[in-house]
């Protein structure tokens, strides 16, 4: 148990459906991350939040929207997917790295298998 | 963009034998850091390096900061059956900050257990 907690934690939708993904911290960490993760690849980082503010995107397609309501959630809204996008999604948070420094340290939660068909 | 190349991509482990991993990178990073997945789950932090030279120990795993400050490696001592899993190194630029402060993972070294 990370503290991080992810759900669902198995999705599979249609390519026309709509669907979101939620994360919840319970560490007091005011950064949160979505993470792609597909085989034989590095994790790809897709967002990022400090402080309910989005500070990254790594050029994602529009398909994903993410939306930050406070620091200890963090949700990924899925709409129109394509098959490739078919991954384990990881949530993480950690204190924000500008205000700790290099010590900042991100703590997973369990991840969402999304299975697009 | 960085990369982090980490090796080996996997390995068989027969129980009792000893593992190492490592992985390296083209810049100098500040942070290191080792995760470990277990099947279904996500990653989970086995050891935080933050000093070049920096030596530290979690029960039968020991890891290095490089003190080129571009390398890391993981031991493992006396395996055992659930040590499989993936483990994953990464790091972070000594330039933090914006997109650079972000964690840069390998992709992977896969331990299994001899058949």
């Known amino acids: 148990e990370t503290g991080v907690t992810q759900t669902p934690r198995h999705l599979v939708m249609g390519m026309t459906n709509k669907k979101s993904l939620k994360c919840e911290q319970h560490?007091?960490?005011?950064?949160m991350y979505w993470y792609k993760q597909s085989a034989k690849k590095p994790l790809e980082l897709m967002f990022v939040?400090?402080?309910?503010?989005?500070?990254e995107n790594n050029s994602v397609p529009s398909r994903f929207s993410p939306e930050c309501p406070n620091s200890s959630h963090l949700f990924l809204h899925l709409h129109t997917l394509q098959p490739e996008d078919s991954a384990l999604y990881l949530c993480a948070s950690s204190q924000d790295f500008r205000t700790s420094g290099p010590q900042e340290t991100q703590y997973f939660g369990p991840g969402t298998r999304l299975l697009v068909l | 963009g960085q990369q982090l190349n980490q090796s080996p991509q996997s390995m068989f482990i027969q129980e009792g034998e000893d593992v190492s991993m490592n992985c390296t990178s083209s810049?100098?990073?500040?942070?290191w850091l080792w995760y470990k997945q277990d099947p279904g789950e996500g990653p989970v932090l086995l050891i935080a390096l933050y000093k070049a030279g920096e030596l530290t120990s979690n029960g039968r795993l020991t890891a290095q900061f490089g003190i080129t400050r571009k390398d890391s490696f993981l031991n493992i001592s006396a395996s055992i059956p659930s040590d499989v899993g993936i483990y994953f190194c990464a790091g972070r630029d000594r330039n933090y900050g914006g997109s650079q402060g972000n964690l840069i993972f390998g992709k992977g070294t896969k331990l299994s257990v001899k058949p």
């Open positions: 810049s100098i990073f500040n942070t």
């Open positions: 939040y400090n402080f309910k503010e989005q500070t």
């Open positions: 560490l007091g960490h005011n950064a």
